[in-house]
T-cell receptor, first 113, second 113 residues
């Protein structure tokens, strides 16, 4: 089984600043995907960004980007120009050929006005 | 857009009751999943299904069963609810290609008294 570790239970950032959420994972698979999901308060979980393990280039989606370090098994999420709407629980996840997703314990991010 | 719906947002049941949580997706996805979400523990997989009438145990199947009679519907059953099953339950679906994202329902917050 894979494990995904998020070591920051809570974080805060000033509006318009940049914040980085950490994630490490452990897998013996060669092919896998990594994901960051966002769960706003009392709202549905949605995908923020996805990274294919075989791709060297870090994924980017507007203000969201990842720093994927395959050898270190690290997958951090950087949020630039933080907005109040970014306040949410963020989950790191991985998937593999076993048809399962593995989620971290989450990081609660608060954007301070 | 993919839509995953769950039968109830909030549910209160008594210890020993049989509880049914229903999940429906409208995008013809092969895979469907049931998770429970608890603070500090992240999302833990209870069961998943990759086809009609097929099911696989996840990490915490004890005390739960599932049913998938139709492709679009995946039910979670608590045979005899207990207080330690008080939690948020999330349903998700994804296409067969597991490298695709999972799409989540809004969740059911179950309280067992």
């Amino acid at each position: 089984a894979q494990t995904v570790t998020q070591s920051q239970p809570e974080m805060s950032v000033q509006e318009a600043e940049t914040v980085t959420l950490s994630c490490t994972y452990d897998t013996s698979e060669n092919n896998y995907y990594l994901f960051w999901y966002k769960q706003p308060p009392s709202r549905q979980m949605i995908l923020v960004i996805r990274q294919e393990a075989y791709k060297q280039q870090n994924a980017t989606e507007n203000r969201f980007s990842v720093n994927f370090q395959k050898a270190a098994k690290s997958f951090s999420l950087k949020i630039s120009d933080s907005q109040l709407g970014d306040t949410a629980m963020y989950f790191c996840a991985s998937s593999n050929t076993g048809n399962q997703f593995y989620f971290g314990t989450g990081t609660s991010l608060t954007v301070i006005p | 857009d993919v839509k995953v719906t769950q039968s109830s947002r909030y549910l209160v049941k008594r210890t020993g009751e049989k509880v049914f949580l229903e999940c429906v997706q409208d995008m013809d996805h092969e895979n469907m999943f049931w998770y429970r979400q608890d603070p500090g523990l992240g999302l833990r997989l209870i069961y998943f299904s990759y086809d009609v009438k097929m099911k696989e145990k996840g990490d915490i199947p004890e005390g739960y069963s599932v049913s998938r009679e139709k492709k679009e519907r995946f039910s979670l059953i608590l045979e005899s609810a207990s207080t330690n099953q008080t939690s948020m339950y999330l349903c998700a679906s994804s296409p067969y290609d597991l490298y695709n994202e999972q799409f989540f329902g809004p969740g059911t917050r179950l309280t067992v008294l």
